[in-house]
């Protein structure tokens, strides 16, 4: 055994209340394809509603919502679209500003038509250069216009009129000089310009000139060109080629920070307000961070440039501290802010065990003297209770262990290891095989996958594929328990606990519930009050003697202990994932999930869990179910394929502000309408010849945009939400006229919920041969024209009649033709031909009730074709509707006639099959897949080749609710799909 003693000095931990440094933003470039093609990004900024601008030189304006981004501009005949963005300015009534390198001033007044400024040097109330380098709006609500020929400005009060300083005046310090950029502080409007900095008064009357001084003997060129300038902080900074340089009132005079020796000089480009007293600085070789307090820069791995190689030429902090860096010819990248509520334990140690630390962590424990254990991979390890004092212990070399499932003590103090080959009890620092409790039970020694102890010693141990030993040492008696276990296959309990009163819970992989109570000699299996439709659970967790806890791959469940009843927790109240392998209290007995895509917390306040990611300093998010551990001083550990990580979550520190849906998307017909909706109008009028609606929506969070989730439900249509899921836009054809509502609901990538659903007015307007007053009208005249008939035919009444008789045969016949032409259309989806919803559910109601006079079985299969959404955009949504129309006929042509097929929605189908079973529905399914592979979509002479993911079910007939069976096929269909799609999946509601 080798075993290593050392002492070791824990390093400090990281404050949140101290100001963030760049060292806590992690830097990557958005996935957009539009924005990674741009080439260089001159301006960023955020509007009132959330949304990303950029300004840059490849596709001129972009907003962004985190999702994807649209050029703004409507490309024309000028090529507006193309416009070299230097600076754009919203104002608060909605008109645009745009500054443009190579076309000049542009204007854009909401709702009207766009003015381009002329272009006149020798003018007073034109531009004086084509080149606009940079606006700014000061607080007398003017707008100043920055060009490489001078200064000018527009009173937006009159917004087509532009005025340009020192004018005709060679002496003045702003004749025809480049501006590079403008800020406002007291004293004045500030302008960089190429021959240094100038102060203006507001009143326009008096100026003063900055020479920005030369403090190295090299000669830098263009060294008194200020290339920005901000204020922030109370303070005016300005960079050039020389650095960085802040305004003293003391001398008048602008003065350089001070730099380290090692610290080249920063060629600046950019300045913008950082976290705290911080300040960005970005230059032609990168990032920097100065701390106006402390009046020093900041490091981060040992280094003062965070982002080397990158021109810096813009910077932007959005509202929720997401740092934003446009740049020359790398388009953009976006920090995000890492929390640091979670910290690598081995960042505390030295480097040589802190490596062997960094592995798959499979068991944590703080035993009662406040020492804490660790196995990872093929280690044991200890640590002290002072938390200085660690020894190693190599398990797999010395003891032929691979895994340890369990660390935990006896009443005695004891520390005992459940393992892959059997239970250990540490005795010096060593391990110690016992094999009493499979002898005394009669079993080979194997595998220990869950172990727990109670206050009298008596141990419980999990054995795979064979249930439970209660072993009981101070009596030398042990017996095998829940042998029901053993009828299963891969059966085997996943986690054991106690109550406060000494209660029992165990639950199985397979197996459900069970329970033992102190009085109790035999395990009971629980029996819950409604159908949870999961049969296994990864974990059980009491909470005083109201609740039981219960984690499984469906979610997480909350157990009534009186009456067990249940209430599910799900994506949709901000759990990151479906798969549930751990829950615990923390020390502030805050309740913890632990899932496959992080750990979440519940937020009592908000009733809903935030969820952790990689972001908050997790190295990954592979939560292990036995790996927690939360000791007496509150020290919490959570272990990762990458290691154990301390927890240090401050909840009244974090930013649990509920995100902005909003619309981001409009397309009616292909036609692109989105710079026409105006945000919180909420009306969609559609005329009654639309084909194709298309809606986009998206959270305007960008801390994880791409974990962002969102629902929809159309009223009108149905009230079936739709599952949780990061496609953010919707898709109807052809929705009979009438009035919807569509809802959006959504949560960003922490679990925090919308204040409420985004609410959009559809309006499908009816034909004007169904107005109400017209048919109203028709029939008035067609009655006082009968009774004008009938006095003038008199005499020939009887025949008259008998003609009208006719008449009246042949118009109900009509009638009778036009009702069920009307009733056809209503049941069958216009595109495909198949049954839509509305048909779908009636024809389904009618097969469950003939099947259960006959007794036969009905197997219902939920379609979706994989991918179509990447068709859609790759090919268009001709193409994508020519895919349905396949996809409809290959179904109509494999159905029987006492089967119903219809179309669910969008790209989904669904098929109910009569006296089929599920093995047959599964092989019906399979030859479909088949079919796609050898007959794909013709499509312009090209083949369009797709697949599908089938969710199939078949329940007892006495369950008559459409949903029932739908939410059963819909788990099926999700399995599927996290199967790697074109998968036929079966769910398993019998086992």
Same mark, same amino acid.
């Given at each position: 055994?080798?075993? /290593? ?8 931990l990281?404050?949140?209340? /101290? ?8 830097f990557k470039?958005?996935?957009?394809p ?13 509007d ?14 972009l ?6 981004s649209i050029?703004w501009?409507n490309?024309n ?9 230097n600076t754009?300015?919203f ?7 745009l500054?443009?390198?190579?076309d000049?001033l ?16 020798s003018?007073?109330?034109?531009l004086?250069s084509?080149r606009v ?10 707008l100043?216009? @920055? ?21 005709a005046? %060679? ?20 302008v960089?310009?190429?021959? @240094?900095?100038?102060?203006l ?11 920005l001084?030369?403090?190295?003997d090299?000669?830098i060129?263009?060294?008194n060109?200020?290339?920005?300038i ?5 303070a ?5 080629a020389n ?5 003293q009132?003391?001398c008048?005079?602008f003065?350089?920070l ?22 960005w ?5 990168g ?11 900041l ?8 982002l ?8 932007? =902090?959005d ?17 995000h802010?890492?929390?640091?509520s979670?910290?690598l334990?081995s960042?505390?140690?030295p ?8 592995g798959l962590t499979?068991?944590i424990?703080?035993?009662?003297t406040g020492a804490?254990w660790l ?5 044991l ?5 002072d938390k200085?004092?660690?020894?190693t ?5 010395q003891f ?12 005695n103090?004891?520390?005992?290891? $459940?393992?892959?080959?059997?239970l ?6 060593t391990?110690?095989a016992?094999?009493a409790p ?14 727990a ?6 141990f ?7 249930g439970?030993i209660?072993?009981? %040492?101070? +009596? ?20 054991l ?11 199985s992989?397979y197996? $459900? ?7 109790d ?13 999961v049969?296994?659970?990864?974990c059980?967790? %009491?909470e005083?003697d ?6 499984s791959e ?6 009534d ?5 249940l209430?599910?927790y799900?994506?949709q109240d901000? =759990? ?6 751990a829950?615990?209290?923390d ?10 895509q992080g ?14 990611s990689?972001?908050?300093? +997790? ?15 509150g020290?919490?550990?959570l @272990? ?5 990580v ?8 974090e930013n649990?502000?509920?995100p ?5 998307k409009l ?10 909706y105006e945000?919180?109008? $909420? ?18 969070d960008?801390?994880?945009p ?12 149905s ?31 922490? @679990?925090?919920?919308t204040?409420?659903p ?11 041969w ?5 048919? !109203?009208?028709?029939?008035v ?5 009968a009774?004008?008939?009938m ?12 003609? /009208? ?12 033709a036009?009702?069920?032409?009307l009733k ?5 989806d216009?595109l495909?031909?198949? +049954?839509?919803?509305?048909?779908f559910t009636?024809r389904?109601?009618? !097969? +469950?009730?003939?099947?259960s ?11 979706? /074709?994989?991918h ?5 955009d ?6 994508g509707?020519k ?8 179904l109509?042509?494999?159905v029987?006639a006492s ?18 079973r ?8 399979e ?16 083949s369009?080749?797709?697949t599908?993911?089938?969710g199939?079910?078949?329940l ?10 739908i939410?059963l096929?819909?788990?099926?269909l ?18």
């Amino acid at each position: 055994m080798l075993i /290593l003693g050392f002492r070791l000095i824990l390093l400090a931990l990281i404050v949140l209340s /101290l100001p963030v440094k760049a060292s806590d933003y992690l830097f990557k470039a958005p996935t957009d394809p539009l924005i990674a093609r741009q080439s260089s990004v001159y301006h960023i900024s955020q509007d009132k509603d959330g949304f990303i601008w950029f300004g840059s030189d490849t596709d001129g304006l972009l907003r962004y919502d985190g999702n994807q981004s649209i050029n703004w501009l409507n490309p024309n005949a000028s090529g507006a679209a193309r416009l070299n963005i230097n600076t754009a300015i919203f104002t608060d009534s909605g008109d645009l500003w745009l500054a443009s390198w190579r076309d000049g001033l542009r204007y854009y007044p909401k709702n009207k038509t766009a003015y381009a400024f002329p272009i006149d040097v020798s003018s007073r109330n034109a531009l004086a250069s084509q080149r606009v380098q940079t606006l700014f709006k000061d607080s007398k609500n003017r707008l100043w216009v @920055g060009t490489i020929e001078g200064l000018h400005y527009i009173d937006l009060a009159s917004p087509y009129t532009i005025q340009r300083i020192a004018f005709a005046m %060679p002496q003045h310090p702003l004749y025809q000089q480049r501006i590079w950029g403008i800020t406002e502080s007291p004293e004045g409007l500030w302008v960089a310009t190429s021959q @240094g900095i100038v102060l203006l008064d507001l009143a326009l009357q008096t100026t003063q000139h900055f020479n920005l001084p030369t403090v190295t003997d090299t000669d830098i060129a263009r060294a008194n060109e200020a290339r920005t300038i901000e204020y922030i902080h109370e303070a005016v900074w300005a960079g050039s080629a020389n650095g960085v340089f802040s305004y003293q009132q003391l001398c008048n005079c602008f003065v350089q920070l001070h730099q380290p020796a090692e610290l080249a000089y920063p060629r600046v480009n950019a300045l913008h307000q950082g976290i705290g007293a911080t300040l960005w600085v970005g230059a032609a070789n990168g990032l920097y961070q100065f701390d106006t307090a402390k009046q020093n820069w900041l490091k981060t791995d040992e280094q003062y440039n965070f982002l080397p190689d990158v021109d810096v030429r813009s910077i932007f =902090l959005d509202k929720d501290q997401q740092l934003w860096l446009g740049s020359r010819e790398q388009s953009v990248f976006v920090g995000h802010q890492q929390y640091q509520s979670f910290q690598l334990l081995s960042r505390q140690l030295p480097q040589d065990i802190g490596s062997d630390i960094n592995g798959l962590t499979t068991a944590i424990y703080h035993d009662k003297t406040g020492a804490l254990w660790l196995a990872i991979q093929d280690k044991l390890f200890y640590r002290g209770p002072d938390k200085v004092y660690w020894q190693t212990m190599e398990i797999r070399q010395q003891f032929g262990i691979r895994k340890v499932y369990r660390i935990t003590e006896d009443p005695n103090g004891q520390i005992w290891l $459940g393992t892959d080959i059997g239970l250990f009890r540490v005795a010096d620092f060593t391990l110690i095989a016992v094999t009493a409790p499979f002898e005394l039970a009669k079993l080979r020694v194997g595998a220990v996958t869950e172990f727990a102890i109670s206050a009298a010693g008596d141990f419980y141990l999990g054995l795979w594929q064979h249930g439970l030993i209660f072993w009981q %040492p101070a +009596l030398v008696k042990a017996k095998l328990e829940l042998t029901e276990l053993s009828k299963t296959s891969g059966d085997q309990i996943y986690h054991l606990s106690q109550d406060a009163t000494g209660n029992f819970f165990a639950v199985s992989r397979y197996s $459900g519930l069970f329970s033992k109570s102190t009085t109790d000699k035999q395990w009971a299996p629980v029996s819950l009050a409604k159908q949870t439709l999961v049969d296994g659970y990864n974990c059980v967790l %009491p909470e005083n003697d109201k609740f039981l806890w219960l984690c499984s791959e469906f979610g997480l469940w909350r157990v009534d202990r009186k009456s067990y009843d249940l209430k599910q927790y799900t994506i949709q109240d901000g =759990l990151p994932s479906m798969f549930i392998s751990a829950a615990f209290f923390d020390h502030e007995q805050r309740f913890w999930v632990l899932t496959n895509q992080g750990p979440a917390r519940f937020d009592a306040s908000l009733q809903r869990f935030i969820s952790y990611s990689l972001l908050d300093g +997790l190295p990954d998010l592979s939560m292990q179910r036995n790996s927690y551990s939360v000791g007496s001083d509150g020290e919490t550990l959570l @272990g990762t394929p990458n290691g154990a990580v301390l927890m240090h979550v401050v909840p009244e520190q974090e930013n649990l502000q509920a995100p902005r849906l909003v619309l981001a998307k409009l397309l009616i017909n292909g036609v692109d309408h989105t710079r026409e909706y105006e945000q919180g109008s $909420g009306v969609i009028e559609l005329p009654y010849s639309y084909r194709e609606l298309i809606v986009g929506y998206a959270i305007l969070d960008y801390r994880n945009p791409e974990m962002n989730t969102t629902r929809t439900r159309l009223l009108g249509l149905s009230n079936r939400w739709s599952p949780h899921d990061t496609n953010h836009e919707v898709r109807y054809v052809n929705l009979p006229p009438g009035q919807y509502t569509l809802e959006v609901e959504g949560q960003n990538a922490r @679990g925090i919920g919308t204040d409420g659903p985004l609410r959009l007015q559809i309006v499908v307007k009816a034909p004007w041969w169904t107005a109400t007053w017209l048919w !109203l009208g028709f029939i008035v005249v067609l009655f006082f024209a009968a009774v004008a008939f009938m006095q003038l035919q008199q005499r020939h009444l009887n025949k008259r009649n008998q003609k /009208l008789q006719q008449l009246v045969a042949a118009r109900t016949s009509e009638l009778e033709a036009l009702t069920v032409k009307l009733k056809q259309r209503a049941e069958h989806d216009p595109l495909t031909g198949l +049954l839509n919803r509305a048909g779908f559910t009636e024809r389904f109601k009618q !097969l +469950l009730q003939i099947s259960s006079r006959q007794n036969q079985v009905v197997t219902l299969v939920l379609i979706d /074709l994989d991918h179509f959404k990447k068709l859609n955009d790759q090919y268009g949504h001709d193409a994508g509707d020519k895919v349905l129309l396949h996809f409809a006929n290959l179904l109509r042509s494999r159905v029987r006639a006492s089967d119903s097929a219809g179309r669910w929605g969008g790209e989904e189908f669904i098929i109910a099959l009569g006296n089929c079973r599920a093995e047959g529905a599964k092989l019906f399914c399979e030859e479909l897949l088949d079919s796609l592979q050898q007959t794909p979509c013709l499509y312009h002479q090209s083949s369009l080749n797709y697949t599908a993911t089938f969710g199939v079910v078949s329940l007892p007939l006495t369950i008559d609710s459409l949903d029932a069976w739908i939410k059963l096929a819909d788990l099926a269909l999700y399995q599927g799909k996290a199967l790697g799609r074109a998968q036929v999946v079966i769910h398993n509601n019998n086992a």
